[in-house]
């Protein structure tokens, strides 16, 4: 065991920073478009992944809690939360590459989910909290699609996704 360690730290210390780029220098690399997508994806990643999660809340809900009143069914709630993490998921997929219908079809879910999230909202809501706090998510839904549609379709970020040619 202790020939392993010796010969791995002095592989370790024959290396030079020129032989390969490091992390720190690949992101150093990276244009303001491309950070921009990153993040679109990040946030996406995170919106299919809390989805998918509400989806499956919601199934573990309604098989042990079968009878819970609620203005809305679990099955729905659960088919919407899986439905949603399915197609947040694909467009980080296809944002990571580049392609050009990942970045028409996240236009489209992003603006698509904001639609569904304020129709369950209207017809479903029923606390005084859910009335109080529109003025706030009125806010937040718009920084949300002002921040997916104006990276997007910035020219630099729209010539990330035409060099693909696909």
Not at 124 to 131: L, Q
Request: charged share 15%.
């Amino acid at each position: 065991m202790r020939s392993w360690n010796l010969e791995r730290s002095s592989a370790r210390s024959s290396l030079s920073p020129k032989e390969g780029p490091g992390i720190v220098q690949s992101l150093k690399q990276l244009t303001l478009p491309e950070i921009g997508v990153i993040l679109l994806i990040a946030i996406l990643l995170i919106l299919g992944m809390a989805n998918v999660g509400r989806a499956v809340l919601a199934l573990r809900y309604s098989t042990r809690l079968p009878d819970l009143p609620l203005t809305v069914s679990l099955d729905y709630l659960a088919a919407m939360g899986g439905f949603w993490g399915v197609v947040f998921i694909s467009c980080a997929i296809g944002l990571s590459l580049f392609r050009e219908w990942a970045r028409r079809s996240t236009l489209a879910a992003v603006t698509l989910y904001q639609i569904n999230v304020w129709a369950n909202r209207l017809l479903f809501s029923v606390s005084d909290y859910a009335h109080q706090t529109i003025p706030r998510d009125v806010v937040v839904t718009a920084t949300f699609l002002l921040l997916f549609w104006t990276l997007l379709h910035l020219p630099p970020a729209q010539r990330l996704f035409k060099r693909t040619g696909k």
